[in-house]
């Protein structure tokens, strides 16, 4: 099987199902290999039952289609659940918060949601928010090692430290980058930005709910934002 060649991505839908479900569409329109989506799935203090419509709504698009959690989405073992039963039925979605999946090409995907914090007396918390110390991040990914001979794509919602995004970043993920080498790195926002950081694309996503998503060329390293036709207000 080939590696992934083109792939739509997009972050913090935060309940829009409809722009979910247009993303869907864009992502069969344009032949897309995969699609990518990156946190916060649901707005605070969501009902569970909004994170089981967003993620039925990715599954429709019957790609290969892979996510991670944001800070809003917790309590997360409730999250979690609904995750769970909503993947029995759409086997081509992936959650890959601290875990992986295997993209087309045999390509690791993996990636750990929510707020990332450098100190390392910072607290971890699932229930009000996604909250995780930046020590915690790096001894999950650690099964890397194990699979150094795979291509890697990468998902976050917290910025890696990098001079050029003008973003306040965590230096824990941009040294998990710069160690396990990801051809890509998809990270949330809410605009479009390109950077290197090594030898790893680094790809800032805009806001689905308000529209916006990417379109990534993985072979040639390029990304182009787009609008989707229209936005509906949240579920």
Do not use: C
């Not at 892979?66 to 073992?77: C, K, S």
């Not at 194990?146 to 890696?160: M, N, S, W």
């Amino acid at each position: 099987m080939s590696r992934l060649s083109k792939i739509i991505a997009a972050a913090g839908p935060k309940g829009n199902v409809e722009a979910v479900r247009q993303l869907s569409e864009q992502a069969r329109d344009i032949q897309a290999d995969a699609v990518f989506l990156v946190g916060s799935l649901t707005p605070k203090n969501a009902d569970p039952r909004e994170y089981g419509r967003v993620l039925t709504a990715l599954g429709e698009t019957r790609l290969p289609a892979f996510y991670i959690p944001g800070a809003e989405d917790a309590p997360f073992g409730e999250f979690l659940r609904e995750a769970a039963n909503i993947e029995t039925v759409f086997p081509n979605i992936h959650g890959v918060h601290g875990t992986f999946a295997m993209a087309p090409g045999h390509e690791v995907v993996t990636g750990m949601g929510g707020t990332i914090l450098d100190e390392i007396t910072a607290s971890r918390d699932e229930t009000e928010t996604l909250r995780y110390p930046g020590w915690e991040v790096e001894y999950r990914l650690k099964f890397l090692k194990e699979l150094k001979d795979y291509p890697r794509v990468f998902l976050f919602t917290t910025f890696p430290e990098h001079k050029g995004l003008h973003e306040d970043g965590s230096a824990v993920v941009a040294e998990v980058i710069k160690t396990y080498k990801p051809h890509l790195a998809l990270v949330g926002g809410r605009e479009h930005k390109r950077e290197m950081i090594g030898t790893s694309l680094l790809i800032g996503l805009g806001s689905l709910a308000e529209g916006a998503f990417t379109v990534i060329d993985v072979r040639k390293g390029e990304a182009r934002p787009g609008v989707l036709r229209h936005t509906a207000s949240a579920a």
